[in-house]
């Protein structure tokens, strides 16, 4: 008996087809990596909110809470609550409403987190504090803008 190599016809049709379908699906895969594009990032917010007369209501007027010192409870977040730390200046006992003056110094941290300095006008007093906030999440506060202020204890009773 004849030991003959397995070259039928049938035999090396299906090899020839498997090495089809592989160079196809390679090429199918190298034309998907070159055409892929990493996603979008998401939306961030704006760096000021937008001012004008329609939104400086005392509904949609944002809440600034003004912590002496560094004594936080958390960062400010999307509720209108601003979480800032005084640090010049002496907030008037009475105040419950500000103007923002200056934003500046509002780079982020290794966390993402902005520490912007800004001036508030509270009546005739000028005060200064550290706002503490991502900006991709929340706006600084704006020139111009108008605010609600409370102080931490006001804070802890809400």
Known sequence: MQHTKNHTPTRLASRLLISIALAGALVVALVAIASWQPPDPPASTSH???LSPGNQTDSTRRTVVIAP???LPNLSGADKLLM?????????SQA???VVRTDSNCQPD???????LNELA?????VVVRH??????VPCLTPGETV???SLEQYKRL
């Open 110 to 116: 290794q966390h993402g987190v902005s520490h912007c």
């Open 48 to 50: 000021f909110v937008e």
């Open 122 to 126: 509270v009546g005739a007093a000028t």
């Open 84 to 92: 800032t730390s005084l640090v010049d200046g002496q907030l008037p």
């Open 148 to 150: 609600t202020i409370v």
């Open 132 to 137: 503490h906030h991502k900006m991709s999440e």
């Open 69 to 71: 010192g560094a004594d």
């Open 96 to 98: 419950m409403q500000a």
